[in-house]
Nanobody, 123 residues
């Protein structure tokens, strides 16, 4: 069973930056793909960034491409989301997710393991 713990959320001014972290439990050798999703009030959860554990291939949603960067530190079993030029529409609960296979990287259905989420508020 993979456990995911997010941190790094908070408040930022428009144009500012935040970095989210997602630490995976030690028993995560089966994980092939990790991703960040977000869900704003009244909206569906959307996949915004994903990274393949082996090789580091990345995928981004159009809404964040060029502003957000996903990266990983395999030694620490940690995935990061660097968010720059934040805008009020980025306000949401952000979730880390992990998958044992590489399917459609930004689709919620591909992921079996989820963190509890961390709130990001941009004003």
């Amino acid at each position: 069973h993979v456990q995911l713990v997010e941190s790094g959320g908070g408040s930022a001014q428009a144009g500012g930056s935040l970095r989210l972290s997602c630490a995976a439990s030690a028993y995560s050798r089966s994980v092939q793909l990790m991703a960040w999703f977000r869900q704003a009030p009244g909206k569906q959860r959307e996949g915004i960034a994903a990274i393949r554990r082996s090789g580091g291939e990345t995928w981004y949603a159009g809404s964040v491409k060029g502003r957000f960067t996903i990266s990983q530190d395999s030694a620490r079993n940690t995935v990061y989301l660097q968010m720059n030029n934040l805008q009020p529409e980025d306000t949401a609960m952000y979730y880390c997710a992990a998958s044992a296979w590489v399917g459609d990287p930004l689709k919620q259905r591909e992921y079996s393991y989820w963190g509890q989420g961390t709130q990001v508020t941009v004003s």
